[in-house]
C-alpha cells in the first residue's frame, strides 16, 4: 500500500509553516537558524514526494535536487553559527532584536 | 497498510517535534526537538522509497549539522538568554501569517487529484549516482555538483575567518608590506 502523495505534502507543508513561525516568530538568534533548517527540511520531503508521482528521469531529478539543499543548509548553518558566535563576542546577547546597529 | 500505520507515526513525531521547537524555552530543548523531527523525516523518506536521502539526512542533518549547532549552543552556555521572552507579542503575531500559509497550502493540495505513480524508480544510491555522473550525453549536474564542493570549501574559510579571535593575527609578513 503506498503512502498517499497529499499527505506528504500536507506534512511539509505544517513542518514549513512551523519552521516559518520558529524563524519570525521567535527572538532568540538559534531559534532563527533552526527555524530555517526546519523550513529546508519540508521542501526536501516536498521534493521527495513530488518525485513519486514522476517516471523515469524526472523521479531522479527529485531524488537529486535535495542532496543539494543538504549542501547548502550545511554551508547555511555552518556560516550562520560562526556569525552567531562573532556577533555574540561583540553584543553579549542572543536577542535578534539586540542586532539592529545598521538601523540606528 | 504498515507503511501508513508507520507513517502516521512518524508524521506525529514531526509535528509534535516542530511544534517543540516554536514553543521551546531553551535552545537545547529546541535543538533537541528539531533532531527528533530530522530522524522522523528520514524514516518517512525509507517509507517513500528514497533509502539513500534518509541515509543522508541522519548523517549530514542530525549527526553533522545539530551536532555543529548544539556545540555552539552548549559553548555559548545561553545563561543570558533566559530573560530573552519566548514569544512577545510580535512574534505571536508572526504565527499567525505561517499558520495561515500552512492552512492555505495544505487545503489547495489536500484537494488536487495527485497520484503516486507505480513504477517510479527506488532512489537507491545507484540511481542517484546515474543521475549526478550520466556516463553518455550532456548533464549539468557533475558541474553543478563541482560548485557544491567549491561552496563548501569556501564556506569552512569564512567560518574560520569569521569565528576567530584576532582577524590582525591572519596577516603574515608578505602581506604587510
Same mark, same amino acid.
Given at each position: 500500500m503506498e503512502i498517499s502523495i497529499v499527505h506528504l505534502q500536507i506534512l511539509a507543508a505544517i513542518l514549513f509553516a512551523l519552521g516559518m513561525a520558529a524563524a519570525v516568530g521567535r527572538r532568540n538568534i538559534f531559534f532563527v537558524l533552526m527555524g530555517v533548517e526546519l523550513m529546508l527540511n519540508a521542501v526536501n520531503l516536498s521534493f521527495l514526494s513530488w518525485s513519486r $508521482? %514522476?517516471?523515469? =528521469?524526472g523521479a531522479m531529478e527529485g531524488q537529486v535536487a535535495p542532496l543539494f539543499t543538504i549542501a547548502i543548509a550545511a554551508t547555511e548553518a555552518c556560516i550562520g553559527l560562526a556569525m552567531v558566535l562573532m556577533i555574540f563576542r561583540n553584543? /553579549? &546577547?542572543? #536577542?535578534? #532584536? #539586540? %542586532? &539592529?546597529r545598521m538601523k540606528e | 497498510m504498515i507503511a501508513q500505520v508507520y507513517f502516521a507515526l512518524f508524521a506525529l513525531v514531526a509535528v509534535l517535534c516542530g511544534s517543540a521547537l516554536v514553543f521551546a524555552r531553551h535552545p537545547l530543548n529546541g535543538a533537541m526537538a528539531l533532531i527528533g523531527t530530522m530522524v522522523s523525516l528520514a524514516g518517512i523518506y525509507a517509507l517513500i522509497q528514497s533509502p539513500f536521502l534518509a541515509t543522508l539526512q541522519i548523517l549530514v542533518y542530525a549527526g553533522a549539522i545539530m551536532m555543529l549547532v548544539v556545540f555552539v549552543i552548549m559553548v555559548l552556555n545561553?545563561?543570558? #538568554?533566559?530573560? $530573552?521572552? =519566548?514569544?512577545d507579542l510580535i512574534g505571536a503575531a508572526a504565527i499567525l501569517p505561517a499558520a495561515a500559509f500552512g492552512l492555505l497550502v495544505a487545503g489547495v493540495v489536500g484537494r488536487a487529484p495527485i497520484l503516486a505513480s507505480p513504477e517510479t524508480p527506488r532512489g537507491t544510491v545507484e540511481a542517484i549516482a546515474a543521475t549526478l555522473f550520466p556516463s553518455q550525453g550532456n548533464s549539468a549536474y557533475p558541474i553543478l555538483f563541482l560548485a557544491v564542493g567549491l561552496l563548501l570549501l569556501t564556506a569552512i574559510v569564512g567560518a574560520v575567518l569569521l569565528a576567530k579571535?584576532?582577524? /590582525? &593575527?591572519?596577516? $603574515?609578513p608578505e602581506g604587510e608590506h
Open positions: $508521482t %514522476f517516471v523515469g =528521469r553584543r /553579549e &546577547s542572543l #536577542d535578534s #532584536d #539586540d %542586532f &539592529s | 545561553c545563561a543570558k #538568554d533566559s530573560s $530573552t521572552p =519566548r514569544l579571535r584576532r582577524l /590582525e &593575527s591572519l596577516k $603574515t
